[in-house]
C-alpha cells in the first residue's frame, strides 16, 4: 500500500525527530561547544568560542528600546529604626502577623 502522492511529498519535508528514529540519533541544540574537557573532570571555557554582545554606541539615543521601561524604580523594603532592616526576625513576625498568621 503506497501513501498518496500529496501524503508522501508532505512526508519528506518533515524534519526528522528523534521518535522516529532508532537510538543513536541524537539532533542537538546546534548551540556548539564552549570550551574542552580536561583529563580530570574539569573544563576550560575557550573564550574565542564564547557569545559576546555588543552593546550600540550612544545607548541613550538609540531607537530601539528594551521591553520594560526605564522609568520604573527599584522598590524596596522600608525598615524604619531597625538597624538589621530586611535580616530581622522582628520585621518578619510583625509582616507574618499582619497578612493573617497565628500567633
Not at 528523534?18 to 574542552?36: A, C, D, I, L, V
Not at 573564550?47 to 520594560?68: A, G, I, Q, S
Request: no cysteine; aromatic share 10%.
Amino acid at each position: 500500500m503506497k501513501p498518496t502522492q500529496a501524503l508522501g511529498k508532505k512526508l519528506t519535508r518533515l524534519a526528522l525527530t528523534t521518535k522516529q528514529t532508532n537510538k543513536g540519533y541524537y539532533k542537538g541544540t546546534g548551540t556548539g561547544s564552549t570550551g574542552r574537557h580536561t583529563k580530570h573532570g574539569g573544563y576550560i571555557i575557550d573564550w574565542d568560542k564564547v557569545r559576546t554582545y555588543v552593546v550600540p554606541e550612544n545607548l541613550k539615543d538609540f531607537k530601539l528600546t528594551p521591553f520594560v521601561t526605564r522609568r520604573i524604580e527599584k522598590s524596596r523594603g522600608q525598615f524604619p529604626g531597625d538597624p538589621k532592616g530586611a535580616f530581622s526576625g522582628e520585621a518578619y513576625l510583625k509582616k507574618w502577623k499582619d497578612e493573617g498568621g497565628e500567633s
